[in-house]
């Protein structure tokens, strides 16, 4: 065991990887979100992840590695700026896309000729990885669209006993998924943001990547409506004008999501005041939108943090669990 502080986690660390090697699926702990993690040369066992997340088969996976030279059994054609990529920001919460090599299974892909590869920053997540010695596919370990899970308790929530194995490593330090960098095309380009910013990306490849547009390769999180709560979610610019005068007494509460506290709690209101520290907020998000869910409440309004250097991901994920919708403004 290369860490010795998981030497006592090493019969669990074993079994985990035995369970991958018999096709079945293991949650485990990346330092963005929990993964439900399988086989990525599995069929049988990639097509469960499929059918367990109710996830379109359309919709490609990432493939998670021990380290950087893996990625040569599974993308082809690697241009040398991956290699610069990998040198600064892996192990790490950037995953890259390239061309797929030769055997790769459309599973793995969503059909297309790329694939997504990252070597995550968790140690435990190395531990199992390095124990499995091969690629573990691995969307986040929640229902497709739904919140992703950041602790094992969200994964229980979300599955119960239909994963074979649940490694727990308590709350992620990140919490929001990986940035996703497109370099299958002619010119590099951002397909999800995350917490290698765009400027951080810039420092290696010599311009900062634009956001892609249309025509991009499908990538995970990035339809319209993605990170949903149970609870409706409306963005709002000021929460406390949106509540002056409501929820009529007797309705079931509001919810609140803001960097402020109020003046005056409003009636009928729960309230949490969210970090100013984009990072806090990014690893906080999704724990505070189950909680929220657990409240029974009619709405939550979520007021916009700043447009501002480091919130670009907080903003995309919760645009995407409003339902793509704009806020009010």
Excluded at 222 to 230: E, G, I, Q
Aim: neutral net charge; aromatic residues 6%.
């Amino acid at each position: 065991m290369s860490d010795p502080a998981l030497t006592h986690r090493r019969a669990e660390i074993i079994a985990a990887a035995e369970v991958w090697r018999r096709g079945g699926l293991v949650a485990f702990p990346t330092e963005t979100v929990y993964g439900l993690g399988a086989d990525a040369a599995n069929e049988q066992a990639l097509a469960r992840i499929f059918a367990a997340k109710g996830r379109p088969a359309d919709h490609p996976l990432i493939v998670h590695v021990a380290a950087a030279r893996d990625i040569e059994r599974w993308a082809r054609e690697i241009p040398p700026v991956a290699w610069r990529l990998a040198e600064r920001f892996w192990p790490g919460p950037l995953t890259l896309i390239l061309k797929r090599a030769p055997g790769v299974s459309a599973l793995v892909t969503g059909g297309q000729d790329t694939v997504g590869l990252r070597v995550p920053r968790h140690p435990l997540a190395l531990a199992l990885l390095t124990a499995f010695g091969g690629g573990i596919a691995a969307p986040s370990a929640n229902r497709f669209g739904r919140v992703s899970a950041t602790s094992a308790a969200h994964v229980v929530a979300e599955f119960g006993t239909t994963v074979d194995c649940i490694v727990d490593d308590g709350p992620c330090t990140v919490g929001l998924e990986s940035t996703i960098l497109d370099l299958s095309g002619p010119q590099p380009r951002v397909l999800r943001p995350g917490a290698v910013s765009r400027t951080a990306l810039g420092e290696i490849l010599g311009a900062v990547p634009d956001i892609a547009g249309a025509g991009a390769p499908r990538a995970p999180g990035r339809l319209a409506s993605h990170y949903v709560p149970d609870t409706p979610l409306r963005l709002v610019t000021d929460a406390a004008a949106e509540l002056a005068g409501s929820p009529l007494p007797g309705a079931k509460p509001t919810a609140v999501l803001a960097l402020r506290a109020p003046l005056a709690t409003p009636l009928n209101c729960r309230w949490v005041r969210m970090s100013d520290d984009p990072a806090i907020y990014g690893q906080q998000l999704y724990a505070r939108l189950r909680e929220v869910d657990s409240w029974d409440c009619d709405l939550l309004l979520v007021e916009l943090p700043p447009r501002a250097e480091g919130w670009e991901a907080v903003h995309d994920r919760l645009t995407r669990a409003s339902g793509g919708g704009s806020p009010d403004c």
